[in-house]
Nanobody, 119 residues
């Protein structure tokens, strides 16, 4: 019912910028959460940033000050603006969404979009 489709990934140089998009279809009852996760080869998947229906955002320490999560409700789209990219940021990035009880429920997932950072 709810579908998420990521786009915007690619190869960028160290220090560069990239903006990811996640187009959502369907409806999730308020309150809800949306997030960007990433997973690099040989590493566990980690949450990069989360945002709720009130636009409250939270970031993993490694991207604070460099990444910005946002959403456009009219377009039903989630974004991740990434700047000052590092090699360590290279990963498959996934969009996720779900309702909340006392915490976010990651019920829906996109297919992922690859981000590769190199010199």
């Amino acid at each position: 019912q709810v579908q998420l489709v990521e786009s915007g990934g690619g190869s960028v140089e160290i220090g560069g910028s990239l903006k990811l998009s996640c187009a959502a279809s369907g409806y999730i009852r308020n309150p809800y959460c949306m997030a960007w996760f990433r997973q690099a080869p040989g590493k566990q998947r980690e949450v990069v940033a989360t945002i709720n229906e009130q636009d409250t955002d939270i970031y993993v320490n490694s991207v604070k000050g460099r990444f910005t999560i946002s959403k456009d409700n009219a377009k039903n789209t989630l974004y991740l603006q990434m700047t000052s990219l590092k090699v360590e940021d290279s990963a498959m990035y996934y969009c996720a969404a779900g309702g909340t009880t006392w915490r976010c429920q990651w019920t829906y997932w996109g297919q992922g979009t690859q981000v590769t950072v190199s010199s």
